[in-house]
C-alpha cells in the first residue's frame, strides 16, 4: 500500500493526515511543532478550528519549504456564499503564512436549515472554489459532509467536480453509500474522527484484533480506513500516539477482519448529521 493517495486531478496527497480540531490553543503551536518533528506532512484544519495561525507558526518554524507540507482549510458555514468564500480563503491563507492551498473544502452542507435555498447557497461557494482553484490559488477542492443527496445537485451544474469529500468514518460507522457514490464519481473519500474521538479504544471486538496483530486499537482503526481506501485524519496531543497513528504501513488487516470490522453495529458516532441538528448518539 502506497503512503499517498492520487486525487482526479492528478494531486498527490500524502495518506494519513493530522487532525487540527482541539490540537492548539490560540498560537500555541507545541503540540503542531511536534506532529511536523514526527513525520507529519498533511495537516487539516479550518477556519472554524482555531488553529490555522497556530499552524503557521509551527510550519514557519520548523524551517522546511511550503512545499513540504499539504495543508488543507474549509470554508465554515457562516462564510457561505461567493463573496464571503473568497474572503474567508483569504483569510485563512493569512492565518496560515502562506500564499496557496493543497485542499480547501466546504465544511459542511446547507448551512442554514432554515433557508429553502440551501441548495443554492452550496452552489454559490462552489463557485468560488472553482473560481480560486483555476486561479491556481488552491490545488485541489472539495467538500466535506455532503452526503450523495448533497453531491448530486453540485455535480449537475459544477464546472469542477469536487476532489475530495470528508466525513465521519471509522468502524461503527462506514456511511457505505456515501464511499460507493464517491467512488463511482472518482472522489476521494476522507475520514473524520478516524478513531470514533477515543469513543472506540475499549471496543471488545477492535481490542481483541489490536491484541492478535500487536498493534494498538488506534492503528486498527487506521488501517481498516486505509485499506477501504479512505485516508484518515487523526488528532492526537501526544507524539507517543501520533508516532503510532503513523506507523501503518508494517502490518494489514485479512479479508475476514476487514468484513468484521465492516459489519461493525454502530458504535463511536458524533451524533453528528449534515440533515440534522445535532442528535445524539
Ligand atoms: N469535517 C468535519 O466536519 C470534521 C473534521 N474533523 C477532522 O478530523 C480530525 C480528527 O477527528 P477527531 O474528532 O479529533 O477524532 P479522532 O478520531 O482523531 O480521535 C481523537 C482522540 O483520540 C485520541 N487518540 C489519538 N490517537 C490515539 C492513539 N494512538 N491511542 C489512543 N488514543 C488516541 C486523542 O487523544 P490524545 O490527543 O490525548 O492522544 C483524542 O482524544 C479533526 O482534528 C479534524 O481535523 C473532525 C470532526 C469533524
Ligand atoms: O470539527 C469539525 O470539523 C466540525 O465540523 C464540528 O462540527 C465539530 O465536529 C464539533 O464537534 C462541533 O461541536
Keep these: 500500500m502506497n503512503d499517498t493517495f492520487r486525487l ?44 490555522e495561525r497556530a499552524l503557521g507558526r509551527a510550519l514557519a ?25 473568497l474572503r474567508a ?54 467538500v466535506s459532509n455532503f452526503l450523495p443527496s448533497h453531491l448530486e445537485p453540485l455535480l449537475a451544474s459544477a464546472s469542477v467536480a469536487p476532489m475530495v469529500d470528508q466525513i465521519e468514518f471509522h468502524p461503527g460507522y462506514t456511511q457505505q453509500a456515501t464511499l460507493d457514490y464517491c467512488a463511482a464519481h472518482g472522489i476521494q473519500v476522507e475520514a473524520w474522527s478516524p478513531i470514533g474521538r477515543a469513543r472506540l479504544l475499549s471496543d471488545p471486538l477492535l481490542t481483541e484484533m489490536a491484541g492478535r496483530y500487536g498493534v494498538s486499537v488506534a492503528q486498527i482503526c487506521l488501517r481498516f480506513a486505509l485499506q477501504k481506501g479512505v485516508l484518515p485524519l487523526p488528532k492526537s496531543a501526544n507524539p507517543d500516539r501520533m508516532a503510532q497513528n503513523l506507523d501503518l504501513f508494517s502490518f494489514s488487516l485479512a479479508e475476514e477482519d476487514m468484513a468484521a470490522l465492516d459489519a461493525m453495529p454502530r458504535a463511536g458516532w458524533s451524533g453528528e448529521h449534515p440533515d440534522r441538528e445535532r442528535v445524539r448518539p
Excluded at 112 to 141: H, M, N, P, Q
Aim: glycine fraction near 10%; charge should be negative; include cysteine.
Design 89 to 142: 480563503f483569504d483569510a485563512s491563507l493569512a492565518r496560515l503564512g502562506t500564499d496557496y492551498l493543497d485542499l480547501y473544502l466546504i465544511h459542511w452542507p446547507r448551512p442554514d436549515l432554515e433557508r429553502s435555498d440551501w441548495a443554492a447557497l452550496d452552489l454559490d461557494t462552489w463557485r468560488a472554489l472553482e473560481d480560486l482553484y483555476e486561479a491556481g490559488r488552491v490545488k485541489a477542492i472539495g
Design 61 to 85: 518554524e520548523c524551517g522546511l519549504p511550503r512545499g513540504e507540507f499539504f495543508l488543507t482549510s474549509k470554508v465554515w458555514k457562516t462564510e457561505m456564499g461567493y463573496d464571503n468564500a
Design 8 to 51: 482526479s486531478n492528478g494531486q498527490k496527497i500524502p495518506a494519513v493526515g493530522f487532525g487540527t480540531y482541539k490540537a492548539a490553543d490560540g498560537e500555541d503551536a507545541a503540540v503542531l511543532s511536534a506532529a511536523v518533528d514526527c513525520g507529519y506532512r498533511h495537516f487539516d484544519t479550518a477556519s472554524f478550528y482555531g488553529t
